[in-house]
Antibody, heavy 120, light 110 residues
Framework: QVHLQVSGPGLVKPSETLSLTCNVTGGSISSYYWSWIRQPPGRGLEWVGYVFFSGGTNYNPSLKRRVTIAVDKSKKYFSLKLTSVTAADTAMYYC??????????????WGQGTLVTVSS | QSVLTQPPSASGTPGQRVTISCSGGNSNIGGNTVNWYQQLPGMAPKLLIY???QRPSGVPDRFSGSKSGTSASLAIRGLQSDDEADYHC???????????FGGGTKLTVL
């Protein structure tokens, strides 16, 4: 079955760019939507955005100015870039596949997540 | 402040039935389906219920979901110690044009 693995730096300095990748194994990256979701320490989940395998995107309005999500079909991964980070961006970052069936949609499966801390 | 409202905590003893509520509005739960995710300690969330009341393969039938109007509920019967986890509800929001989550409910098995 599909397995997602997040990778990237665990520490980013304030005002710099957070960059993460999510490798997709055990299944096709085509014909699916792929998403990033984050969880600040001790808090609830927050949807960051998604990318369709063909490249179309949709972002959380609160992050839209700073977020870019892209997909590399040949290498079977998708990526997250978040610019001008502050301490408020410190969180566990998860990647997930977005399943769509008619008007219904859900995230499954999820990657294991990675903690990104913003600190100088 | 999460868009969907969940109680921060819930508890029960082994064998009991517990329910966790999730309250929203017309732009999210009222007009779209609800999903529930189980997050075991130190782990990534896992899909538990999708499309209001559907269980993925492998999820025991002790778990059930329901929706009425702008609220949804997750019920767990025959509570087990392994059920101790955080439970999150989620729905698409037509106003946000994106997904919204509840703040999560920490379930403790006494």
């Amino acid at each position: 079955q599909v397995h997602l693995q997040v990778s990237g730096p665990g520490l980013v300095k304030p005002s710099e760019t957070l960059s993460l990748t999510c490798n997709v194994t055990g299944g096709s990256i085509s014909s699916y939507y792929w998403s990033w979701i984050r969880q600040p320490p001790g808090r609830g989940l927050e949807w960051v955005g998604y990318v369709f395998f063909s490249g179309g995107t949709n972002y959380n309005p609160s992050l839209k100015r700073r977020v870019t999500i892209a997909v590399d079909k040949s290498k079977k991964y998708f990526s997250l870039k978040l610019t001008s980070v502050t301490a408020a961006d410190t969180a566990m970052y998860y990647c997930a596949r977005l399943q769509i069936s008619g008007t219904n949609n859900w995230f499954d499966p999820w990657g294991q997540g990675t903690l990104v801390t913003v600190s100088s | 402040q999460s868009v969907l409202t969940q109680p921060p905590s819930a508890s029960g003893t082994p064998g009991q039935r517990v329910t966790i509520s999730c309250s929203g509005g017309n732009s999210n739960i009222g007009g779209n389906t609800v999903n529930w995710y189980q997050q075991l300690p130190g782990m990534a969330p896992k899909l538990l219920i999708y499309s209001n009341d559907q269980r993925p393969s492998g999820v025991p039938d002790r778990f059930s979901g329901s929706k009425s109007g702008t609220s949804a509920s997750l019920a767990i019967r025959g509570l087990q110690s392994d059920d101790e986890a955080d439970y999150h509800c989620a729905a698409w929001d037509d106003s946000l044009n994106g997904w919204v989550f509840g703040g999560g409910t920490k379930l403790t098995v006494l």
